[in-house]
Nanobody, 116 residues
Framework: QVQLVESGGGWVQPGGSLRLSCAASGFTFSKNSMKWYRQAPGKEREWVALITSASGWLNYADSVKDRFIISRDNAKSTVYLQMNSLKPEDTAVYYC?????????WGQGTQVTVSS
């Protein structure tokens, strides 16, 4: 059974940093691309970042490019999102995501709040 468990969210002041983690289980993690999404209050869920299975390709939404870094540790079946220079508009619930056997899987999400 595929499980994704996010952690690392919290409150941070503008300009601060947070590192999110997503621990995966129930599938061959090393063979799957992983993504981060976020959903702000009253808005639709939006894609944030992608990392391919061997970390060969990284891609970011324009809104987070040059501030966020996605990475993975295949030995730990974990994907990370390092978030720097955080802005109030980054406030959202952050979800990790993968597709396994044509099925979309989501974690429960972790709340990130950026405010002074």
């Amino acid at each position: 059974q595929v499980q994704l468990v996010e952690s690392g969210g919290g409150w941070v002041q503008p300009g601060g940093s947070l590192r999110l983690s997503c621990a995966a289980s129930g599938f061959t993690f090393s063979k799957n691309s992983m993504k981060w999404y976020r959903q702000a209050p009253g808005k639709e869920r939006e894609w944030v970042a992608l990392i391919t299975s061997a970390s060969g390709w990284l891609n970011y939404a324009d809104s987070v490019k040059d501030r966020f870094i996605i990475s993975r540790d295949n030995a730990k079946s974990t994907v990370y999102l390092q978030m720097n220079s955080l802005k109030p508009e980054d406030t959202a619930v952050y979800y990790c995501n993968c597709v396994v056997d044509n099925t979309n899987y989501w974690g429960q999400g972790t709340q990130v709040t950026v405010s002074s």
